[in-house]
């Protein structure tokens, strides 16, 4: 039976200003982590990667991580010169950039990786969304 799932793209998830937003908060929350509600939220996530309530709904949740984002500027992938490489979704862009410090932190018995040091970068990184873009408020939505 066929899944009725259709697989976003960035652009797409850009395009659902809502959905943007509230990642944009949990960007913001895993880069100022030392504010109070900052700091609550994402210790609030039932995903390792943060990618779950308060934040998203399972179903926005499920779209967010399985959302197709470009491989092109990641060496190892191009390196591989696999075609089917230049795509993954974003749970996989994520564990890929995370994987030897996820292995880590498993053995400690703590899948989650620490929010600002670990993961703001990646974030920023997979999301295309600078600090200076999360700073100015105006532009949050």
């Known amino acids: 039976m066929a899944s009725e799932h259709v697989t976003a ?19 913001h929350d895993l880069n100022n982590v030392k504010e109070p509600p ?10 390792e990667l943060y990618v779950s309530g308060p934040y ?9 991580r399985t959302a197709l984002v470009d491989n092109t500027n ?7 010169k696999s075609a ?6 974003i749970e996989q862009a994520l564990h890929h950039k995370l994987a030897n410090f996820l292995e880590k932190r498993r053995a400690s018995g703590d899948a989650r990786p620490c929010g600002p040091h670990d993961m703001f970068p990646i974030y920023s ?3 295309g969304v600078s600090k200076d873009e999360l700073e100015d408020r105006g532009s949050r939505r």
């Open 125 to 127: 990184d997979i999301f």
């Open 38 to 47: 900052s700091e609550k939220r994402p210790s609030s996530t039932t995903n």
């Open 84 to 89: 089917s490489d230049l795509k993954s979704t």
């Open 74 to 80: 990641d060496t190892a992938v191009l390196d591989s």
């Open 9 to 27: 793209t960035l652009p797409d998830l850009r395009q659902q200003l809502d959905l943007w937003y509230r990642l944009k908060v949990l960007l």
């Open 56 to 64: 998203f709904s399972e179903p926005e949740a499920i779209r967010i």
